[in-house]
């Protein structure tokens, strides 16, 4: 099992930045990629970005591609989202996941955190 803790969330201005924290723990050692994924009320949820735990491979979503940075801090078991130039609809719990896939789909990560609110007002 691997427990994933997301923090960081909270409310911000448009054109604003946060940084969202993902601490694993467990048999980190069993997944190899780390993924951030949000859901806005009455959507589906959706790809962030993802990140290998070895390697530099990174991938985003067209839509935060620019704005947002996945990185990895090995040593502390954490995975980190920095969003910047945030906007509106950027609004949505998100939530941290692990597995073995780059992949966008939700289905292809088998652990996952509880979520964090991130709430950007125009």
């Known amino acids: 099992q691997v427990q994933l803790v997301e923090s960081g969330g909270g409310l911000v201005q448009a054109g604003g930045s946060l940084r969202l924290s993902c601490a694993a723990s467990?048999?980190?050692?069993?997944?190899?990629?780390m993924g951030w994924f949000r859901q806005a009320p009455g959507k589906e949820r959706e790809f962030v970005a993802v990140?290998?735990?070895?390697?530099?491979?990174?991938y985003y979503a067209d839509s935060v591609k620019g704005r947002f940075i996945i990185s990895r801090d090995n040593p502390r078991n954490t995975v980190y989202l920095q969003m910047n130039s945030l906007k509106p609809e950027d609004t949505a719990v998100y939530y941290c996941?692990?597995?073995?896939?780059?992949?966008?789909?939700?289905?292809?990560?088998?652990?996952w955190g509880q979520g964090t609110q991130v709430s950007v007002s125009s």
């Open positions: 990140v290998r735990w070895s390697g530099a491979s990174t």
């Open positions: 467990g048999r980190i050692f069993s997944v190899s990629t």
């Open positions: 996941a692990a597995g073995w896939s780059v992949g966008t789909s939700p289905n292809e990560y088998v652990y």
